[in-house]
């Protein structure tokens, strides 16, 4: 293959990754996101671990959802979700300097951030990811209002073994429907979303109890989303 070939190819490879991903943004900016990359990778995870593949999921409008839910994810993960762009460089530069000296290092991965691994990409981490997933970050928050972004964030997140969204969580963590999750529930859900496999919020430990209560209190200090 000739050097201009391979050109053409690499350009018409780039071609048709930016006309579908776009594409597909605008796509879901209106339509439900009825099953993500996530939701099949853990179903295949299952698979290999010799276990029944669970995906527990329904789509719900973000109007049947509690409202004190985006207010607890607000509260948990994202405090300046409503303003920034998609990315808070506040938590960046505090993180980039926290992990000069942690053991772990922490993130600052915001909800449109998330929004867009869990829609368009794969959990593992890498450069290469986080690169995609500053790209599908910049196309949503161009293409989709804060609230859509919230709405498919509330419909595609993990929140347990085989959980994915609200609507499932509120039926199976805790017998009820989205719409009718209290703060207290809404809080407990928060709380674990850092590790929705490890913690659980139908019998939370002392641990989650605490984050519980921390996100309560700041619920009450953020203003109503979305603001009216």
Same mark, same amino acid.
């Given at each position: ?173 805790? *017998?009820?429907?989205?719409?009718? #999750?209290?703060?207290? !529930?809404?809080? %407990?859900?928060?709380?674990? $979303?850092?590790? /929705? ?5 139908? *019998?939370?430990?002392?641990?989650? #109890?605490?984050?519980? !209560?921390?996100? %309560?209190?700041?619920?009450? $200090?953020?203003? /109503?989303?979305?603001?009216?």
């Amino acid at each position: 293959m000739t050097f201009k070939k391979v050109i053409r190819v690499l350009r018409n490879i780039l071609i048709f990754f930016f006309l579908s991903t776009i594409f597909a943004v605008v796509a879901y900016k209106y339509i439900p996101v009825y099953v993500t990359p996530l939701m099949i990778i853990r179903c295949g995870e299952q698979m290999i671990d010799g276990e029944k593949p669970i995906l527990r999921h329904k789509w719900v409008p973000i109007e049947k959802i509690s409202k004190h839910l985006p207010m607890a994810v607000i509260a948990s993960e994202d405090n300046r979700f409503p303003t920034h762009n998609g990315f808070d460089m506040i938590e960046i530069k505090k993180a980039m300097k926290e992990n000069e000296t942690r053991r772990k290092k922490r993130g600052a991965s915001t909800i449109s951030q998330q929004t867009a691994k869990n829609v368009f990409l794969w959990p593992r981490s890498s450069w290469i990811r986080k690169g995609f997933e500053v790209y599908f970050t910049a196309l949503i928050e161009l293409a989709w209002s804060k609230e859509r972004i919230m709405e498919v964030y509330l419909n595609s997140i993990e929140m347990g073994k085989g959980i994915y969204g609200a609507e499932a969580a509120a039926q199976y963590k805790f *017998n009820t429907k989205a719409a009718r #999750l209290s703060k207290g !529930q809404c809080a %407990l859900i928060a709380a674990t $979303l850092p590790n /929705p496999i490890r913690f659980n919020s139908t *019998n939370p430990s002392s641990y989650i #109890l605490r984050r519980q !209560q921390q996100i %309560l209190r700041l619920m009450r $200090l953020l203003p /109503p989303f979305p603001e009216k």
